[in-house]
T-cell receptor, first 113, second 109 residues
């Protein structure tokens, strides 16, 4: 079946601009995670949704970052007033149940000039 | 807070040689441990998890709670094993994964 998909695959923006990154999870997966991976580092947790609600948003670095999942499926990560330090690969993962495996999408490479 | 350490950023072996990728963790409870792999130009994918006790692509990993380690081993490395390997920890069911920094494995012919 179809895996987790993310769009766009690449996004180049200018400092100060607003960006939206989209994640389509595997159908039927109730949990959705966002991670950020900087060059040479492992993925770092940002936020976790269970259904429509954010169960844990403690990884969001500051209030410029926000994410939604209004219907319990697709999720959008929103970054306001982008900074050069936001440049990274943003990964999305989905999971069917609490003890199941997380399946990752291909990521969105964000470059802030 | 939990932490995962992979002490080797780069590891190079010859085809047919044994390989061991090290992973140590710090967490006071009983975590679940995973190995994820990322082949060139592919997405991150699960290799194995400690509760399954499976051997995937010839790789095994044993959770050693005394040494807080979850090292990944393969007796005879193959060129197609060349990839980035990440060790990850999950505290409780449904919670986030905490990743190590990764080890780039290169298997030379």
């Amino acid at each position: 079946g179809a895996g987790v998909s993310q769009t766009p695959s690449n996004k180049v923006t200018e400092k100060g601009k607003y960006v939206e990154l989209r994640c389509d999870p595997i159908s039927g997966h109730t949990a959705l995670y966002w991670y950020r991976q900087s060059l040479g580092q492992g993925p770092e947790f940002l936020i976790y949704f269970q259904g429509t609600g954010a169960a844990d948003d403690s990884g969001l670095p500051n209030d410029r970052f926000f994410a939604v999942r209004p219907e319990g499926s697709v999720s959008t990560l929103k970054i306001q007033r982008t900074e050069r330090g936001d440049s990274a690969v943003y990964l999305c993962a989905s999971q069917r149940g609490p003890t199941d495996t997380q399946y990752f999408g291909p990521g969105t490479r964000l470059t802030v000039l | 807070a939990q932490r995962v350490t992979q002490p080797e950023k780069l590891l190079s072996v010859f085809k047919g040689a044994p390989v061991e990728l090290k992973c140590n963790y710090s967490y006071s409870g009983s975590p679940e441990l995973f190995w994820y792999v990322q082949y060139s130009r592919q997405r991150l994918q699960l290799l194995l998890r400690h509760i399954s006790r499976e051997s995937i692509k010839g790789f095994t990993a044993d959770l050693n709670k005394g040494e807080t380690s979850f090292h990944l081993k393969k007796p005879f490395a193959q060129e197609e094993d060349s990839a980035m390997y990440y060790c990850a920890l999950r505290r409780t069911s449904g919670s986030r994964l905490t990743f190590g920094e990764g080890t780039q494995l290169t298997v030379n012919p």
